[in-house]
Each structure stands twice: as structure tokens, then as C-alpha cells.
């Protein structure tokens, strides 16, 4: 049975791992030197690899290997990976989250290692725990029974209480470079014995928006279509309106250019994209805009890669304020009445008129 690219290409070693040097620096200086936490926090974006350096810690703990830790090749890292490793325990806390399910984490906790040297619970977005599982799991957290450690992995930490924060290490993970993520997608196309323009794979990584799973999981909808990849494939195959189709909508009406935006409306409609969520999308575009007019550091705040962010500041340059907060308002409008519209397409046509006007 097939399977999917970002389970396929794992990272299983922390040398493997994509774009989180400032993490695997301090985890591997904490494993040699036998200081590591007993509770971690991971906090990131989505598909930057929360939950796969948690699995990589995990077999570094227990890794039978004299060498560089984790080998990855040894029983312990295999069974870890397959999932067969008693002493590594990863619970979902978006269906896990009540109390009652903490209070059992705390009397299965209390039982040593049977495979391995350390107990390790992973527990993946621990922003969904309730307050009174946060609460029920904080003496536990702050002094777990001997070789137990946890990992918290959570892509909102705002959410959970400072009490958590306070008895974990905190590590943030950033979001992967294009670069980065396309250079590694070519050594992904080559093992598998394919072959893809680079402009195409750049065009993947800037859709992916710094997150490696995304970008796996769009390669494999190209790859769907063939192993030769060329970026007229990728415009297809994912029928996208990707940032580029945005800056491009937004230039057409910065210049005044009705026709073109209007064509660039439709070509896009004409590769699937539903008219109404397409509207969402731009008036997104342009609040990223006025973040990026208006702040230091954008990037805190907006869900985009740095690549973005820089493409957005030129075209940021070109528009004052008040034409962008005009847009945002206008779009609202649009959008709300489309809802319920016989044509939608129609609506937001008038609305790229008045804006081009």
C-alpha cells in the first residue's frame, strides 16, 4: 500500500531534521552531556516537526548505540519508529483532553521502563487539554517519577496556562525556508527516481508556507500526475491561487489595470477555485498588507515564511493605507452578500471594478 511523502521521508536522526538548527543544537548538547528536562514544551506551526523531534528525543533517550544518539538503525530507534516501543507513549489531546484521562496518565506513569531506560509521553496539541486536565497534570509535570519525561507539543501555547509554561523547557520552532524545503523536495524527487523543474519545486515550497508537511503533501498531488514535474504541472495539478495569484490580482488593481484583474479572476475560477473562498483568501492578503505597513515585525504575528513576508513589504510600498483598509471593507461586504447570491462571481467582478476604480 502506498504511502504518503512526509511519512515515507520521516526525518528518524536529528542531523535529518529540516530547518531547526537552534533546537537540535540544544537537545543534542543536552544528550551528551546528560542534562535533558523532564517536561519539554514544543510550540510551532503546523508541519514544522513538533511531533517528529519528539519521536527523535525519544530515541535519543533509549538509543542502544555508544555513538552519535539516536542511530536510527538500532532495535530500540526501529521499534520506536514503528510504533512498537512500550516505554514511548504519544497521546492525542484533541480527543484525549478530559481530566479523567490525565488521571490515568498519572497512575500508568508511576510504572518503571520495560523496554527501555526512560518513559518518554509525547502529547500532541496540548492546547486542547480542558483546565481541569492542565490542572490534574501539573504536579505530575512538575516532578515526574524518575526516567520519565514529557513532551508537550502544541500549535497554540497561548492556551495553555502559565503554570505548564512555567515546568517545561520552551523551544519554538520556526517555520522552514523555501530554500531549504525545496532543495530537500529534489533530493526527494531523485530516490524516487522521478524528475521536476526547479521552479516548480519553488513554487511547492512557497505554497507549503514554511510548513515541510504541506509542502509533502502538495509533491505528492503533483507526483499523482506524473514523475516528471514541470511548474505549468504544479499550477494544474493543484489548481492554485497561491500567493503569487494574490500579489498579481493586487497589482492589477494597484495599477488600475481592470482587464487584467478581471482575466486573472477568472483563469482562476477556471482552475476550480471557488469564487467566494477566493475572495476570503485576497481580503486575507491585503490585512497582510496592512500588518506588514503597519508593523516592525510582521512575521510575529502573520501565518506566512519570511520569503512571503518580503514578496507582501514590496507590494506593501506601492499602497497607502487607506486604499488597503478601503479594499479589506469592500471585500467584507462582497463576501457577506455572496453568501447568499444566485452568482458570486458576479458580486466580487463589481467589486474588483470599484477597486481598480
Known sequence: MYQALYRSFRPDTFDTLL????????????????????????????????????????????????????CGTCETCRAIASGSFLDVVEIDAASNNGVDDVRILREEVNFPPVMGRTKVY????????????????????????????????????????ATIHSRCIRLDFRRV????????????????????????????????????????SLLDRCLAGGTDITRDDVLFLLGMAGTEVYIEMTDCVLNKDLAGALRCFSDVLAEGKEAVQFAKDWMEHFRSLMMIKILDRPQDILNLSMENIERLREQSKRADLDF???????????????????RPRTLIEIAIVRMSR
Open 19 to 70: 530547518g531547526q538548527e537552534h533546537i537540535v543544537r540544544i537537545l543534542k548538547n543536552q544528550i551528551k552531556n546528560g542534562t535533558w528536562g523532564h517536561a519539554y514544551l514544543f510550540c510551532g506551526t503546523r508541519g514544522t516537526g513538533k511531533t517528529t523531534t519528539a519521536r527523535i528525543l525519544a530515541k535519543a533517550l533509549n538509543c542502544d548505540s555508544e555513538g552519535e544518539k539516536p
Open 122 to 161: 509525547i502529547i500532541d496539541e496540548a492546547h486542547m487539554l480542558t483546565g481541569a486536565a492542565c490542572n490534574a497534570l501539573l504536579k505530575t509535570l512538575e516532578e515526574p517519577p524518575k526516567d520519565t519525561v514529557f513532551i508537550l507539543a502544541t500549535t497554540d501555547p497561548e492556551k495553555l496556562p
Open 177 to 216: 525556508s523555501e530554500e531549504v524545503m525545496a532543495k530537500r523536495f529534489a533530493e526527494i524527487i531523485e530516490e524516487i527516481g522521478g524528475k521536476a523543474e526547479p521552479e516548480a519545486l519553488a513554487l511547492i515550497a512557497a505554497n507549503a508556507d514554511g510548513s515541510v508537511r504541506d509542502g509533502l
Open 324 to 342: 488597503i483598509r478601503g479594499c479589506i471593507t469592500l471585500l467584507s461586504r462582497t463576501i457577506a452578500d455572496a453568501r447568499y447570491a444566485h
